[in-house]
């Protein structure tokens, strides 16, 4: 009996599956089966925390809400980026790679950012999005590795920051002298 080579693949997959099912079956499932556990967390919370971290940073919440025509005062700059960044790009809040990214949506050097996906549109009567980038491209690059830092802090307490400018200067020693090679001394016959 003669298989060609795609019969012959998928045979041997099939194989392969039923030997590390046989031995790592039940670590599988169990992996399988374990529930994706998510929070919510609420960016109206942690954008006041921010705030009192760092109140330079414009509210940016004299938006009217579509419905009602008054202000919103709880629709601020830092709960519409915190809502885009875990709730439109489901990005992490842990790390300083992922916060970069989205701030680097608002200054349109990553991803592009549709305006009827944006935190508010739906509820504000104007869009507050052009608003939003003129906060951040109006920081500094220090600004803006502050707001990564204390974002990053908020969520991970235990993350060390190394370009944190609310911690204490890293400590900084002299490094040690490496020892130099010198090779033995040739013997003469």
């Known amino acids: 009996m003669f298989l060609n080579k795609k019969a012959r693949a998928k045979l041997i997959i099939a194989l392969l599956s039923a030997i590390l099912l046989s031995f790592y079956g039940k670590q599988l499932t169990q992996i399988a089966i374990q529930p994706a556990v998510a929070q919510f967390v609420e960016p109206a919370r942690i954008a006041t925390i921010i705030y009192e971290r760092f109140p330079e940073i414009p509210s940016e919440n004299q938006y009217l809400r579509l419905e009602t025509g008054e202000v919103d005062t709880d629709n601020t700059f ?82 060390t920051n190394n370009n944190s400018n609310n911690s204490t200067p890293p400590i900084t020693t002299e490094p040690t002298p490496q020892p130099t090679y010198t090779p033995p001394p040739r013997r003469v016959p």
């Open 78 to 159: 830092l709960s519409r980026l915190l809502s885009y960044h875990l709730y439109v790009k489901s990005r992490s809040p842990n790390f300083r790679l992922d916060w970069k990214l989205t701030i680097a949506d608002y200054l349109e050097a990553h991803e592009y950012i549709y305006p009827n996906q944006y935190p508010g549109y739906n509820s504000l009567q104007t869009n507050p999005l052009a608003g939003d980038r003129a906060i951040l491209e109006n920081m500094t690059r220090k600004e803006r590795d502050r707001l990564i830092n204390n974002l990053v802090s908020v969520f991970n307490p235990n993350a």
